[in-house]
């Protein structure tokens, strides 16, 4: 679960990390009056306009605005970008449009640096990195300088250890600026890594985080994601959080009737349960068809337990993308019968009045049963013997036989 920059700025203030001063604003009146507020709090006319969106590259896409005239020019920069699509490198073309503002007081930084926590799922430990490259994509300078990325491990038994934290600290030069600021790092890179492990993170990433002129180490941004497998424990505090605005509205759909849906850009649509054989359907799909511009429009796992009625609020789902030309449903029964799933596909089938071709792979438990109920259902319901030959056909579906 992803959350706004000011909200994960709330948890870190109350972990001890450094922040700036600033206020969430809804509408153009309170980030005027917001802007106010914090300009007689901090006595300096300069705040910034943030965007808040689930996504990065906020500034480039001009979702962060710098008012250096008071009030009255923060109020006519928020009538700009609050309302907007705003369109970053992770919010696709479409963009996302902006329903919240951030009005945060100004600093002056002498140096941006790049600090993030993450679950190393190799190592099984929480990893950290810190470049001198703050405010740049970290994607980018892992791929063109990796070097310039200093990473340490946190061993779970023993725990965090400032020597790691002073290590990360000296290979950023920290040093040179005054001789508080290495302790200062240390300190906040500790309370970083109590938001990691008492909030249930997955991922912690400040960019930038800034030096000022006194020697203070500040995160000047926040993003901070949540690790969904731990809701049971945060139910509340998660929900107050939680803004469905920024989720894809099909997702949360399938989300409410139990199952796992995330929404892709291509054009077949995918029914399959397990997650393994829904990334290893998504691959072969993509494998046969990408001479063809045939590509998965989803991952769809029903899971093991799925019921008919189920499988018809997953076809359902897949419909409600105009992209989709054509349905593969992959299906090794297991837990799940293949009857099942053949009953929900021809009710699926009748009751929505599908319009697109659907190849059915089934394989396992009562396969000849399922295969039965599919031949006798009197619909174009194109049967597939394995994966390669459901990709196969799903990719002549789509091309209309002309691959």
Same mark, same amino acid.
């Given at each position: ?7 994960? +700025? ?16 809804? $509408? ?27 996504? #990065? ?23 700009? /970008? ?5 369109? $970053? ?5 479409? #963009? ?22 993450? /679950? ?7 990893? %950290?990195?810190?470049? $001198? ?6 994607? +980018? ?15 779970? /038994? ?42 249930? *993170? ?14 203070? !180490? ?23 959080? %939680? ?26 649509? *995918? ?40 499988? $018809? ?19 090794? #029964?297991?837990?799940?019968? *293949?009857? !099942? ?17 659907? !190849? ?12 039965? /109920? ?28 002309? +691959?």
């Amino acid at each position: 679960m992803k959350i706004h920059e000011y909200q994960g +700025k709330l948890i870190f203030a109350k972990y001890g990390v450094p922040i700036p001063k600033g206020y969430p604003a809804h $509408t153009v009146l309170e980030a005027e009056a917001v802007a106010k507020r914090l300009i007689e709090e901090t006595k300096s006319n300069v705040v910034v306009v943030k965007a808040q969106i689930h996504a #990065g590259g906020r500034g480039k896409g001009g979702g962060v605005k710098v008012a250096k005239g008071g009030a009255a020019e923060a109020k006519e920069l928020a009538q700009k /970008i609050l309302g907007m699509q705003l369109i $970053t490198h992770q919010t696709g073309p479409a #963009g996302q449009k902006v329903r919240h503002l951030y009005i945060e007081q100004g600093l002056e930084m002498v140096k941006e640096l790049y600090l993030g926590a993450v /679950i190393d799922r190799d190592r099984r430990r929480i990893a %950290f990195m810190a470049s $001198t490259e703050g405010g740049m994509e970290i994607e +980018k300078v892992a791929e063109h300088t990796p070097e310039k990325i200093l990473t340490v491990h946190i061993d779970p /038994i023993v725990g965090f250890s400032a020597f790691q934290a002073r290590e990360l600290a000296f290979g950023l030069g920290l040093q040179q600026y005054s001789k508080e600021t290495v302790g200062k790092f240390v300190k906040l890179m500790g309370a970083l890594y109590e938001v990691m492990i008492k909030e249930d *993170c997955s991922l912690v990433e400040i960019n930038p985080l800034v030096v000022l002129k006194n020697g203070d !180490v500040v995160a000047l941004d926040a993003k901070v994601n949540m690790d969904d497998n731990a809701e049971f424990r945060h139910k509340a505090q998660w929900a107050e959080v %939680f803004d469905k605005d920024e989720e894809d509205p099909v997702e949360l759909e399938a989300k409410d009737v139990g199952l796992n849906y995330v929404s892709l850009d291509g054009n077949v649509g *995918c029914l399959v349960n397990g997650a393994g054989l829904a990334m290893a359907t998504m691959d072969i799909i993509k494998h046969a068809g990408e001479k063809y511009g045939v590509a998965p429009a989803n991952f769809l796992d029903v899971g093991g337990g799925a019921n008919q009625e189920q499988v $018809t609020k997953a076809f359902s789902m897949i419909l409600k993308s105009d992209k989709v030309k054509a349905i593969f449903v992959n299906i090794f #029964g297991g837990i799940m019968k *293949c009857d !099942v799933i053949a009953m929900g596909v021809v009710a699926a089938a009748k009751n929505l009045g599908l319009k697109v071709p659907v !190849v059915v792979r089934l394989e396992g438990t009562n396969v000849e049963l399922g295969k039965k /109920i599919l031949r006798e259902s009197g619909l174009a319901i194109i049967p597939a013997d394995t994966m390669a030959d459901g990709a196969a056909k799903i990719v002549a579906a789509v091309t209309g036989g002309s +691959k």
